[in-house]
């Protein structure tokens, strides 16, 4: 089972960016995806500085994936979307239908977790237009999983979230412009103040989500870092950690131990608890509210 990292999903200076993925290649990370994946207008690092990051790592013996945006909104995010998919080079994740639309005949491709693949017919119909792996949608269980390998295409890979905030929402509006009363379209690029994202409370004070400019974030922490070895015995080939401004690398360390049978997995929970940004959950993995905390009974 391989470890992979996925696409940066806040918005950080370049030089962060930079220093950030030079760590990142000398950790024991298999796969690293690279590219913008959120807004359009997070400017910080072009196309051409996502290459060039992407043609180091790859030195550095890391299969790397070019990530499209959830969410292509204008023709310039097209034109941008075309770029990636012809780079000739890198194989590219799909995270709408857009890019699925694009990417279709041309290269094998990854289809995103954004694609919202819920059943083996899905599966099977982007397997025939060129996938060749899958990232399952966080909100499905551990059940609907296992129906899900059994019934999977030859030659399709799987890949699991297993540790980082649950991606659950995009829309049209900048909710952490709105938070700062600026319009979409002049929001002084907001989010670079928050590299783990804006936290958003209940009214009775209890972590609830995070914003993260049009997308809508869990405040605890998805982590199957506990589940690693039935994950393996499920047959996924790959598990993602989602980068965070501090402690990834000693994260991806710690999975790793983990994977080698050098931790066992309580030690290893107990471990990564004092890593994640926020309280751990697992409850979608169990048929259970998404923000229940991990090992706990139906």
């Given amino acids: 089972m391989k470890l992979a990292l996925g696409p940066l999903l806040y918005y950080w200076p370049r030089q962060s960016v930079v220093r950030f993925y030079e760590e990142i290649a000398r950790s024991s990370v298999d ?11 997070r400017h910080e690092l072009r196309l051409s500085d996502w290459l060039d990051l992407a043609a180091a790592l790859e030195a550095a013996g890391k299969e790397v994936v070019l990530s499209t945006q959830a969410l292509t909104e204008s023709e310039s995010d097209l034109r941008t979307l075309r770029r990636i998919a012809g780079n000739g080079r890198f194989p590219v994740e799909a995270n709408d239908m857009g890019a699925v639309n694009v990417l279709a005949g041309a290269a094998p491709f990854i ?3 954004h694609l919202n693949v819920y ?5 099977s119909v982007l397997a025939g237009l060129g996938v060749r792996r899958w990232v399952m949608p966080v909100e499905m269980p551990r059940h609907v999983l296992e129906d899900m390998q059994h019934a999977r295409p030859a030659g399709v890979e799987t890949e699991v979230l297993a540790f980082g905030r649950l991606p659950l929402a995009f829309s049209a509006r900048c909710f952490t412009a709105r938070r700062n009363n600026l319009p ?6 907001s989010c670079i103040d928050h590299p783990d994202g804006l936290p958003l409370d209940t009214l009775e004070g209890a972590p ?9 974030q869990s405040a605890h922490v998805h982590c199957l870092i506990a589940d690693l070895d ?5 047959g ?24 080698i049978g050098a931790l066992d997995a309580a030690a290893a929970a107990r471990e990564l608890e004092q890593l994640a940004p926020g309280a751990t959950c697992d409850g979608y993995w169990r048929a259970l509210p998404g923000m229940t905390p991990p090992g706990n009974a139906p």
Avoid: W
């Fill in 31 to 41: 796969i690293v995806y690279l590219g913008e994946v959120i807004c359009s207008r």
């Fill in 111 to 113: 289809a995103g977790p």
């Fill in 119 to 123: 059943n083996p017919h899905t599966l």
């Fill in 184 to 189: 979409k379209d002049d929001c002084r690029f």
């Fill in 208 to 216: 609830f989500l995070v914003l993260n400019g049009i997308q809508t």
């Fill in 230 to 234: 039935d994950l393996a015995g499920l």
């Fill in 236 to 259: 996924v080939d790959a598990v993602r950690i989602s980068p965070q401004s501090r402690h990834t690398a000693d994260v991806i360390a710690l999975f790793r131990q983990r994977m």
